[in-house]
Nanobody, 125 residues
Framework: VQLQASGGGLVQAGGSLRLSCGASGFNFDDYAIGWFRQAPGKEREGVSCIRTSDGTTYYTDSEEGRFIISKDNAKNTVYLQVNSLKPEDTAVYFC???????????????????RGQGTLVTVSS
């Protein structure tokens, strides 16, 4: 089982990035895939989540509109488009997978079966 997060980097404030989460080793369609982030010295923070079976999406109130989550079931990949980046968005972004009902992952509790290694997003002012 593997979740591979990629697409992070250094970007100026106001810029955009598209993060990717590639999944392998499990039945992608049976899972919810979510993104959360962790900045140095801070708690994990849920960002967005998607149910791969039907595309239902979940966002934290503060991020909806700037962050767009999508999926490609044929590629077993979930994307997170991050727009209008701010310095406070600087963090390691992780993707995670939970089988079954998405609530425990997507409602902020950040419970998951599998987690990727993270990709670093750094936003300069």
């Amino acid at each position: 089982v593997q979740l591979q997060a990629s697409g992070g980097g250094l970007v100026q404030a106001g810029g955009s990035l598209r993060l990717s989460c590639g999944a392998s080793g499990f039945n992608f369609d049976d899972y919810a895939i979510g993104w959360f982030r962790q900045a140095p010295g801070k708690e994990r923070e849920g960002v967005s989540c998607i149910r791969t079976s039907d595309g239902t999406t979940y966002y934290t109130d503060s991020e909806e509109g700037r962050f767009i989550i999508s999926k490609d079931n044929a590629k077993n990949t979930v994307y997170l488009q991050v727009n209008s980046l701010k310095p406070e968005d600087t963090a390691v972004y992780f993707c995670a997978a939970l089988r079954g009902p998405p609530g425990p992952l997507c409602n902020g509790r950040l419970m998951y079966d599998y987690r990727g290694q993270g990709t670093l997003v750094t936003v300069s002012s």
